[in-house]
């Protein structure tokens, strides 16, 4: 907003300035005339030269011009003037537009954080009461239970459990998952 007054008022100053240029030369043609009809004697004054007589009608006219020109100026910057406020109230309108909806997007996130928050936290709930009714069973069931169940899971579940039960549970397991359940482990380790 700043630099826009401050272009503005250079481009005014410099239309001023510009003009100034213009309006001088009418004003010191007009002085000019005006002084030599003054410096003639009165027996003279009456006997207008040929060329003299058009100059207080060539400034005058020029004057005209000039400000017509210096109206033609002001416009042009008014429309200017007008053309920038426009835009810069769209890109004010835009601004908002785009705060509100970052915002929105913000909150979103927020409820979506909380809801796989939740989510997780019920998996985990779950997955705790589940590896509590593998330790409540014998290994037998265990292990039968487990064997019908994919190998992804059930290397999973062996990674949750502690020792103890894995040891118990091993006689029971389809071998080479246990082989590979344990390199997995070795390969991480090391």
């Known amino acids: 907003m700043n630099q826009?007054?401050?272009?503005?008022?250079?481009?005014l100053f410099g239309g001023s300035l510009l003009l100034a240029q213009y309006s001088m030369p009418?004003?010191?043609?007009?002085?000019?005339?005006?002084?030599?009809?003054?410096?003639k004697p009165p027996a003279?004054?009456?006997?207008?030269?040929?060329?003299?007589?058009?100059?207080?009608?060539?400034?005058?006219?020029?004057?005209?011009?000039?400000k017509a020109l210096q109206d033609a100026r002001r416009q042009q910057l008014a429309e200017k003037e007008a053309a920038l406020a426009a835009k810069e109230l769209e890109l004010k309108k835009l601004s908002d537009k785009l705060e509100s909806q970052v915002k929105a997007l913000?909150?979103?996130?927020?409820?979506?954080?909380?809801?796989?928050k939740q989510k997780k936290k019920a998996l985990d709930e779950k997955?705790?009461?589940?590896?509590?009714?593998?330790?409540?069973?014998?290994?037998?069931?265990?292990?039968?239970?487990l064997g019908k169940m994919e190998e992804v899971e059930v290397i999973a579940i062996l990674n949750d459990l502690d020792n103890k039960?894995?040891?118990?549970?091993?006689?029971?397991?389809?071998?080479?998952?246990?082989?590979?359940?344990?390199?997995?482990n070795l390969n991480n380790n090391s």
Do not use: H
């Open 4 to 11: 826009k007054k401050k272009l503005l008022l250079a481009l």
């Open 44 to 66: 003279e004054a009456g006997k207008e030269p040929v060329g003299t007589a058009p100059q207080p009608i060539n400034a005058t006219r020029a004057a005209r011009e000039e």
């Open 127 to 145: 997955r705790k009461r589940m590896l509590a009714l593998l330790k409540k069973m014998r290994p037998e069931q265990a292990g039968q239970f």
């Open 106 to 116: 913000e909150e979103s996130k927020k409820r979506l954080d909380e809801s796989l």
């Open 165 to 184: 039960m894995i040891l118990k549970l091993m006689p029971y397991l389809n071998q080479p998952m246990v082989l590979k359940w344990i390199k997995n």
């Open 26 to 39: 009418a004003v010191f043609a007009s002085a000019a005339v005006q002084n030599e009809t003054a410096a």
